[in-house]
């Protein structure tokens, strides 16, 4: 459930190419990574990111996939300096409501040099059957910033190991740039044809990791969960994100009915079934 915080203090701001997001302690004692709309960037649109924040966290634990603890934050004034800030300093002022991933105690980033060699390796993940659901969740939503080629070498995963019980378990999170990210902010549609170029299943982690998976436990997996997508009502989780949200994010003329028609296209799912099943060869 997305509840509403306040922020206390400013710890840092996080340099990234997207959002660079702040990090704050918040007034739940938690520490968030907080998003606004960033500096570098003129678009107003761009605010509806902080709305598919929102609903992929929603979807995400309504399919039970692990992801981070969200909330709307409420930006205080006492709680930072504005020129601690750099890529935030233009937009982000007292009392605006932000979007709040909530800092995840002990997990660390999944980067290149977690590609999984080693049975021993693969032993300790807790949920690895749940990559495979990413997989699929990222082709649906249209994620196109995880698996994603760096131009500076490596890959993007915006995913976590959290320790869990002695071992490690992954865990989803940023989801700013779904629906077709910066390139299609308003312009997605069901009819574009679905590529797993640039995204999850083709990244050396991904592939590293379901090595180690039975293939007929993966096809049995994907049927199973692209049927619980189908079952979802899309539209009563639309209608069921927080009423606090606020009205800029929702910037995009019909951009709830744009998301419900995008997502409900069975199509587009029996699609995604298909570019999985030819990316493990299953």
Same mark, same amino acid.
């Given at each position: ?46 605010? &509806? ?23 709307? &934050? ?56 749940? !990559? ?7 082709? +649906?939503?249209?994620?196109? *910033? ?14 976590? /190991? ?25 312009? /997605? ?19 590293? !990791? ?8 993966? #096809? ?6 692209? #049927? ?7 539209? *009563? ?7 606090? !949200?606020?009205? #800029? +994010? ?11 028609? /995008? ?11 298909? &570019? ?7």
């Amino acid at each position: 459930m997305t509840h509403t915080i306040e922020t206390i203090s400013l710890i840092e701001e996080i340099k990234t190419d997207g959002h660079s997001p702040m990090k704050f302690i918040c007034s739940d004692g938690g520490i968030y990574y907080v998003k606004y709309r960033s500096g570098k960037s003129f678009n107003k649109n761009k605010l &509806v990111f902080l709305l598919y924040e929102i609903l992929c966290s929603q979807l995400l634990q309504n399919l039970h996939i692990p992801t981070p603890p969200t909330a709307l &934050v409420r930006i205080s004034e006492a709680s930072f300096n504005p020129e601690n800030l750099k890529a935030n300093k233009r937009y982000t002022k007292a009392n605006i409501i932000a979007f709040g991933s909530k800092e995840i105690t002990n997990s660390q980033l999944i980067t290149d040099f977690e590609v999984i060699e080693r049975v021993q390796d693969f032993q300790k993940i807790l949920n690895p059957f749940d !990559l495979i659901k990413i997989a699929i969740f990222d082709l +649906w939503v249209d994620n196109n *910033d995880r698996g994603k080629a760096l131009k500076v070498g490596g890959y993007n995963y915006n995913l976590l /190991f959290a320790p869990s019980n002695s071992k490690q378990q992954i865990i989803a999170f940023d989801h700013a740039f779904t629906f077709g990210g910066m390139q299609s902010i308003g312009l /997605f549609s069901k009819n574009i044809p679905i590529s797993p170029v640039d995204k999850l299943p083709n990244s050396p982690f991904f592939l590293s !990791l379901v090595n180690f998976l039975d293939k007929k436990s993966i #096809e049995a997996l994907t049927l199973d969960f692209i #049927e619980k997508c189908k079952n979802l009502s899309i539209r *009563d989780i639309l209608d069921n994100l927080p009423s606090s !949200l606020p009205l #800029e +994010w929702y910037i995009l003329p019909n951009i709830t009915q744009q998301i419900e028609d /995008f997502l409900t296209d069975y199509k587009r799912l029996d699609d995604i079934q298909i &570019v999985i099943k030819n990316s493990l060869k299953i």
